[in-house]
């Protein structure tokens, strides 16, 4: 398939935020249940060691995304691991709400910002490893390298993870998400009627949830795309790795690009 840049309905500034809110929190609820980021974790804990990172920033962050289950998994006891790494979570629409109860669930391990952040010009004080999950295919080439090209500016290290992928299987089971969310809607926390409305009534959640998924899959990088961005990039010491990481138990494909500086930060992360 080759790749086409639709717009995604609930990124669109025009969009009611209290339905961004809840299309995100779906999201959230999808990704945190089908535990869909967990094989890459220790390849993330090893990035993140080896650039000497203090904390974590996400960026794009929606309504958390994988990262209640992410965070236990990528603080567990390792090898490599000398403490646990703080999480921050930022969006260019934050929903403060779902941070507020992430960081409650997660014991205030993960923090968030409550002001907007661009992922393209992301303010200074904000240094750690750079993060985003199922967000990179939002942007346009020119901007995606934006992104990039930022973190290259302010030498902090960046991680792209993408579990959507051009594929028919991919687009398929969007299909199947939205379906099954008329029977897990109920058992989302906190429990809302604007949910329930929205959901049941007039079925705006998913019908926005398959609209975009599908768009998501079709917008989304594959490797060799993803090194041609950063061919463009103005850096001469930055490491990169890409490529698509299946885990042990041969899950669906997460797509993945890790850069970093190559001083001081040390040798390259190894590709899973």
């Given amino acids: 398939m080759r790749r086409f840049h639709l717009i995604e309905l609930h990124e669109q ?11 995100t929190g779906a999201l959230q609820f999808g990704l945190s249940h089908a535990n869909a980021y967990a094989p890459i974790a220790t390849m993330l804990r090893g990035a993140v060691d080896s650039s000497h990172s203090q904390a974590i920033i996400d960026l794009c962050s929606g309504a958390g995304g994988p990262w209640l289950n992410l965070a236990q998994k990528l603080n567990s006891p390792q090898p490599a691991a000398t403490s646990s790494i703080p999480i921050r979570l930022t969006d260019k629409y934050p929903n ?9 669930a997660s ?11 661009d992922a393209m010009n992301v ?16 942007f346009a080439p020119d901007d995606a ?9 302010a030498r902090q290290s960046i991680g792209i993870f993408e579990v959507t992928r051009r594929a028919p299987s991919a687009i398929a089971f969007m299909l199947l998400w939205s379906i099954f969310l008329f029977l897990c809607t109920p058992w989302i926390r906190p429990f809302r009627w604007s949910r329930i409305f929205c959901t049941y009534l ?19 990088y594959r490797p060799p795309e993803l090194r041609a961005i950063t061919e463009r990039l103005c850096t001469s010491d930055y490491t990169w790795n890409f490529g698509e990481y299946y885990g042990t138990r041969k899950r669906m494909p997460i797509t993945y690009l890790i850069g970093f500086p190559t001083t001081p930060a040390g040798s390259a992360v190894a590709a899973a």
């Fill in 123 to 138: 303010p200074r004080e904000l240094a750690g490893f750079r993060t985003m999950f199922t967000s990179f295919h939002h």
């Fill in 107 to 117: 014991a205030n391990h993960i923090g968030s910002c409550a002001q907007p952040v």
């Fill in 13 to 23: 500034p025009w969009f009611p935020s209290f339905l961004r809110d809840e299309i």
């Fill in 145 to 153: 390298r934006a992104i990039l090209q930022d973190a290259v500016d």
């Fill in 96 to 104: 403060l709400r779902a941070f507020e109860e992430l960081s409650a």
């Fill in 202 to 220: 007039i079925p705006i959640i998913p019908a926005v949830l398959l609209f975009d998924g599908v768009v998501s899959c079709l917008r989304t």
